[in-house]
């Protein structure tokens, strides 16, 4: 049974789909989803629901924004009949009456236990009433006290939705926090930021105004001046890394320094630890040979640093998600808050659970650079791998505790009426890579359990069938973590 | 030997019950003494008279005893050994007469007994006798019992079975005397449906007499310390207010104060201080009766067509009579963890990965919690559930072809309402609860895809048919949606 990788949209976790041998005669392409117009001639398929293909000698055609031209002349193809529906969420059999059953969906309770945390900042113990300003986000006491993020007055706006609170960040304010100290582990450490990106209008690109969501920056270069890491928006370009710097419209979350057991840089990130030789101008070519052939290239351009992985992120707009049984064909159900107000309704609200995590392994020992750790820097954005990247370091590299943090909507702040709202923050460690990944899934879990109600868009369990009706999770309009698909 | 005490009067005693005192012997000396204690036979003033007594039999009414718990009447002397510097003791009880010859010849009065101690030193000298006379004071009246202690409930969920003929809980009550000196003969419990106990249903517990002519008609010498008494209430309610308060009452009907119930789910409850003391405010603790939650674990890392209707039929001991719960929650997990999710899958798009469909041959019942309703939960823990995909658009020709079928359900739920005939205003209705954590995977059955015909226009050769896709498995990609 041949399996096929469908896109790059990192839609879900595995985006693939198995199809039968059975039946099958002819080579069968999978449409892919979410990319530009296809032509006929990778894209005949049988499988999309209102793909069409173009009469015998014609010689383009249009349909549904795609152009389709023919595979040869003369050739005919003609789809033959129409595509069945998914299963439905319940078939009504009953015994006694002809209606369908009452359903009720919540995600399942979760907790984790917080011994591992260096820092927790969290919404869930909101106590202040929806309007509430403030300028503060303390971490949770019992793990480290005093730590808190400061930003101008009232930059934060206590806001609540479907009986959660949370807070509003101010477009045109950031919070941080200046040279806080710790110990760096030199075990498995890993961050999780959960917020959300809105705006009043559907709005299909969040971040061109908002790409710089997470940022650190530290000092281990001495007398060096650097830039710092900001984690939402930031590619390696090719050709003369100074130049490009942190890009818009790429979503890219990761290679924070606070994940890494040695500190690194953006100066080291970018030009590789100062013991190593390296040609910027080539920089990129040879993370790409690095890549292609998984070994460091001789001469001086040796050991260099992998520039990172970089994944478009989808925006999945929980205003989608039909939330009332007399409309489930609601195409976009608006995210409504409060903030001590009347109700304010927002067309687009994308919640994004951020996972970083950061680990040393030695390198392989056929490897030249066994000289070095190497550092395996990961981003998860919504379950789905973003970002991961291997760095070359020097176990005695020098490395800072002094960290500055800073989150803010963007670079570009108070535009386009983006608005941003946060959730949970926290930083934790583990004694090895094996029991980080366990913390990490119970993390991630809890936190879905702690968001569900802005998660389902509804204070108690969500109703999905009536006696007469059924509230549809159609694919494209449910959030990732639900990972349940049926019309 | 110092006498501190040579004459005592004991408590007033109500006719057929007792009082006892104890006395303490201090041997102060510098050796061992042995006490010999002897009791004279009961003497009585005017008020009993042969004439007045039954068959003209008088008896004696004043014993002494080693213990509370034990008494021949016939004993007459006690023997203690008492080292230097330690102590000794034994009891005098007190039993009024009661046989009277008419009812009209019992009276109170006086009864009297002496007590003589002789002590005599292992080294041989003796010391002068010492004299107790002994006064019981027998009353005719019965005293207002007092309050009651330890009250509590035991909610019974024991008789609701299948098997049993009693479909309904129950309720057993707990309590005890806590005080001395209280005189009673039985107890009456009221049971409200309301805190203001309008129209209680009233029961009367009554103390057994004894039959050990030793002994007080009711109780011991020590009143009735440390007993316990219980009382069951059968063929009540679920879901009702229930409160219970309970008094003491005499031989004349009197009751004592009210002690208030507490409620507990369980047997032999550590009681509080409160309850354990009788202090419990009006009107105690609604002790209603809720349903409970049947709550089951499966395992297992792949599953097709799970039926959960047979599951907690067997679960529930091949029975459907589930009136003793309110609902039921079974967990779904992988046997092994490292597996990562379990596969759950549907054999046929008529087939649910998730089945809850009653059988027409056996009756289903169940009771309902709050809002009136039968939770049936479904907790899901690393299990991904798919749905049957549905059959490919079948091509024979440009006209001929058979329509692609829809894929199958994730969960295929009857609609199940049932009528209790002991509760025929109300239907009964189960209602689903599905709980997923983020790991676990819900994919419907995809629907069967479109076939393809593929002409050669320029050879006019014969059509090549492309019958649609068969997905065995999960698609999400092309679920239809609106």
């Known amino acids: 049974m041949p399996e096929y990788k469908i896109g790059n949209i990192n839609y879900l976790s595995e985006d693939k789909a198995v199809i039968s041998d059975e039946n099958i005669t002819t080579a069968i392409d999978i449409y892919k989803i979410d990319q530009p117009p296809q032509s006929t001639n990778n894209s005949t398929s049988n499988q999309a629901a209102s793909t069409k293909v173009p009469q015998a000698n014609s010689t383009t055609t249009s349909e549904n924004g795609q152009t389709l031209t023919p595979l040869s002349q003369g050739i005919k193809i003609e789809t033959i009949g129409s595509d069945g529906d998914s299963g439905k969420l319940t078939i009504k059999t009953s015994l006694t009456s002809n209606n369908l059953p009452n359903i009720y969906f919540n995600i399942r309770e979760n907790s984790f236990d917080s011994k591992n945390l260096y820092f927790r900042f969290k919404t869930s113990d909101i106590a202040s009433s929806a309007g509430t300003q403030t300028d503060t986000w303390s971490s949770d006491t019992n793990l480290l006290s005093g730590l808190s993020l400061t930003g101008d007055t009232n930059c934060l706006k206590v806001t609540q939705a479907y009986g959660q609170k949370f807070y509003e960040l101010i477009s045109t304010k950031s919070i941080s926090k200046s040279n806080f100290s710790f110990s760096l582990p030199q075990t498995p450490t890993y961050a999780f930021l959960v917020y959300a990106l809105a705006h009043a209008n559907v709005k299909t690109n969040l971040y061109s105004s908002s790409n710089q969501i997470h940022k650190f920056q530290a000092y281990s270069d001495i007398g060096v001046t650097v830039t710092p890491i900001y984690n939402n928006s930031y590619t390696a370009a090719s050709g003369n890394k100074f130049s490009g710097g942190p890009e818009q419209n790429y979503s890219v979350f990761s290679l924070s320094p606070l994940l890494s057991s040695q500190f690194i840089s953006p100066y080291q990130q970018v030009n590789g630890l100062n013991t190593v030789n390296i040609n910027n101008s080539t920089f990129a070519n040879n993370f790409s040979q690095w890549k292609q052939y998984n070994t460091v290239q001789s001469g001086t351009n040796n050991r260099t640093n992998s520039a990172p992985d970089f994944t478009s992120n989808k925006i999945f707009n929980l205003c989608n998600t039909p939330n009332s049984l007399s409309s489930p064909t609601a195409t976009n159900t608006p995210f409504i808050i409060n903030q001590g107000g009347s109700d304010i309704p927002l067309s687009t609200f994308s919640l994004f659970f951020i996972e970083m995590y950061s680990y040393l392994e030695l390198p392989a020992f056929n490897q030249q650079s066994n000289d070095y750790n190497i550092l395996n820097v990961v981003t998860k954005v919504n379950g789905s791998t973003s970002y991961s990247t291997r760095i070359f370091i020097k176990p005695d590299i020098n490395f800072s505790n002094n960290i500055n943090c800073n989150i803010s909507i963007g670079n570009n702040p108070g535009s386009d009426g983006i608005r941003m709202f946060l959730f949970d923050y926290l930083y934790g460690t583990s004694r090895d890579v094996s029991s980080m990944n366990q913390d990490r899934n119970l993390i991630l879990e809890s936190l879905g359990y702690n968001n569900r109600k802005v998660l389902l868009k509804s204070s108690t369990d969500l109703q999905m069938t009536n006696a007469t009706s059924s509230l549809r999770f159609p694919a494209y309009l449910s959030h990732p973590f639900l990972n349940m698909y049926f019309s | ?482």
């Open chain 2, 1 to 482: 030997m110092s006498t501190y005490l040579t004459g005592v009067s004991l408590s007033q005693v109500p006719t057929g019950f007792g009082g006892y005192t104890g006395v303490v012997i201090q041997n102060s000396g510098n050796f061992p003494v042995q006490y010999t204690i002897n009791i004279s036979s009961t003497t009585f003033d005017a008020s009993v008279t042969p004439t007045k007594a039954a068959d003209g039999l008088l008896y004696d009414t004043i014993f002494i005893s080693d213990s509370l718990d034990y008494l021949d009447p016939n004993q007459k002397q006690i023997t203690k050994v008492i080292n230097c510097n330690e102590s000794g003791s034994f009891y005098i009880l007190h039993s009024p007469f009661r046989t009277f010859n008419l009812s009209s010849d019992r009276s109170e009065g006086a009864e009297y007994a002496a007590i003589t101690i002789n002590s005599q030193s292992n080294i041989g000298d003796s010391d002068s006798d010492l004299i107790i006379n002994v006064t019981g004071n027998r009353i005719t009246g019965f005293p207002i019992p007092k309050k009651l202690g330890e009250f509590y409930a035991v909610k019974d969920y024991s008789n609701i079975d299948a098997l049993s003929t009693t479909k309904s809980p129950s309720l057993t009550f707990y309590w005890s005397c806590i005080n001395n000196l209280d005189y009673f003969t039985g107890f009456k419990l009221e049971l409200s449906t309301n805190s203001s106990f309008t129209s209680p249903t009233t029961d009367y517990l009554y103390v057994k007499e004894n039959s050990d002519g030793g002994f007080p008609l009711y109780g011991g010498y020590d009143g009735f310390n440390n007993e316990t008494y219980s009382l069951k209430k059968t063929n009540l309610s679920f879901n009702q207010d229930y409160y219970a308060r309970i008094q003491a009452v005499n031989v004349t009907g009197g009751t004592g104060e009210y002690a208030y119930a507490t409620g507990y789910n369980y047997d032999y409850p550590i009681l509080d201080d409160t309850t354990f003391s009788g202090n419990h405010p009006s009107p105690g603790e609604n002790l209603k009766i809720t349903p409970t939650i049947l709550y089951l674990n499966y395992l297992s890392n792949a599953e097709t067509d799970f039926d959960l209707f047979d599951y907690v039929y067997q679960q529930n001991g091949n029975s459907a009579d589930f009136r003793k719960y309110s609902g039921i929650n079974v967990k779904f997990s992988p046997t092994d963890n490292s597996i990562g999710n379990a596969t759950y899958k549907a054999s046929s798009t008529s087939k649910g990965v998730i089945n809850f469909i009653p059988r027409d041959n056996i009756q289903m019942a169940f009771n309902t919690g709050d809002g009136g309703i039968f939770r049936l939960e479904l907790e899901f823990e690393n299990i991904g559930l798919y749905g049957y995909g549905g059959q490919g658009v079948d091509v024979k020709n440009i006209t001929n072809y058979s329509e692609a079928t829809n894929g199958g359900p994730i969960f295929k739920f009857d609609d199940v309402k049932y009528n209790d005939t002991s509760d025929s205003s109300n239907t009964r209705t189960i209602q689903y609860y599905i709980y997923k954590d983020l790991d676990s995977i819900f994919y419907a059955g995809i629907g069967g895809g479109k076939g393809l015909l593929l002409t050669d226009e320029t050879n006019k050769g014969f059509p090549i048919p492309i019958n649609g896709t068969k997905i065995e498995t999960i698609n999400y990609i092309n679920l239809k949606n609106p």
